[in-house]
């Protein structure tokens, strides 16, 4: 059974009803709880398109148990705005999970969303969003705070694996701020495995990214038996790593300003030592080189070719096998 349905928000000043349009996918078996939810970013457009094709093979490929609840654009003011954030306030929605019933515009949104989740109990909820142009598709895991709950973490890398693509760990120092994001609440609070799907960059619906976020999904509903098939990889271009690996940009900006040429594809491992950057000025001199510190993976490189000092250029991920069991 297919349902349409809508998460109500408010009415606008012409009177306007605003709601975020939900999409359910019902077998008459009764059966696992996903969530698949897109563009909380407003302009993280390839993830509303993977749900929107999902919707299409659930159609032709119904469910044999369980739910599925498909949130094309978690985000309706930001996306109509071609806008990463919320813009009655102009935040990030995706900070302010699990949000406040009495208190900003957008944490009132975000307490609408949360409720509407946690109250059909899934066991898993999938973020759909985007990275950077020059991205690999991978996983971004939340901390789990509380490190005593070892079936979270089990549960939630268990998933990850499944996933056909290469996962990642926020990094502890960096993570507080994710806290509130909707799979940070989720985990921390309701205690649901979730985590964010990264597929390509923004503002432009790639077609590689969308086959490969669906095949992420069908790997998921197919290891809960709730369609056909058995998980495979999905990323052919890349052979999956072994172990955990935690996210680190923050020792990779540039200490001048100046122009970038990449020395490094998204994907490719590096040894300490490697060029990753050579900057330079408008006469061609080199400035700076910029290398790895140790022995990492390239997850994704920043849409940009001009840099100050202190810009984000690299997003890598080193082997840290404590870097999720043991958080806390």
């Not at 457009?45 to 490929?61: D, I, M, P, Q």
């Not at 909820?125 to 950077?132: A, E, G, K, N, Y």
């Not at 970038?260 to 006469?283: H, M, S, T, W």
């Amino acid at each position: 059974m297919i349902q349409t349905s809508f998460i109500s928000i408010f009415k606008s000043v012409d009177l306007a009803r605003r709601r975020i349009p939900l999409i359910i996918h019902r077998s008459e078996v009764p059966g696992p709880v996903v969530w698949v939810v897109a563009a909380i970013h407003g302009d993280e457009v390839t993830g509303t398109e993977t749900v929107l094709r999902l919707n299409r093979f659930l159609k032709r490929n119904p469910l044999k148990k369980g739910t599925v609840y498909a949130i094309p654009v978690l985000n309706p003011f930001g996306y109509e705005l071609i806008s990463r954030y919320e813009p009655m306030e102009s935040r990030d929605l995706n900070r302010c999970f699990p949000g406040d019933p009495f208190g900003l515009t957008p944490e009132r949104i975000a307490h609408k969303i949360f409720s509407e989740i946690t109250q059909t109990k899934p066991c898993l909820v999938v973020d759909l969003h985007t990275d950077t142009q020059k991205s690999i598709p991978y996983i971004y895991l939340d901390q789990v705070l509380d490190a005593k709950d070892h079936f979270l973490v089990d549960k939630t890398l268990e998933y990850a694996k499944i996933s056909g693509i290469n996962f990642f760990v926020e990094n502890a120092r960096t993570y507080e701020e994710l806290e509130n994001s909707i799979t940070g609440a989720l985990i921390n609070i309701a205690k649901i495995p979730a985590f964010t799907v990264e597929l390509g960059g923004p503002l432009v619906v790639s077609e590689k990214f969308v086959y490969i976020g669906l095949n992420v999904i069908k790997n998921f509903l197919s290891s809960l038996g709730m369609i056909e098939g058995q998980p495979s990889w999905v990323y052919s271009q890349k052979v999956p790593l072994e172990g955990i690996y935690e996210t680190v940009w923050y020792e990779y900006t540039p200490d001048y300003s100046g122009i970038v040429e990449y020395k490094i594809q998204p994907g490719d491992v590096v040894k300490k030592g490697q060029p990753l950057a050579r900057i330079k000025n408008l006469f061609d001199k080199t400035i700076q080189i910029i290398t790895a510190k140790e022995e990492s993976v390239a997850v994704s490189c920043a849409d940009q070719s001009v840099c100050f000092p202190g810009t984000e250029l690299f997003m890598m991920a080193r082997r840290n096998d404590r870097a999720f069991k043991f958080s806390s």
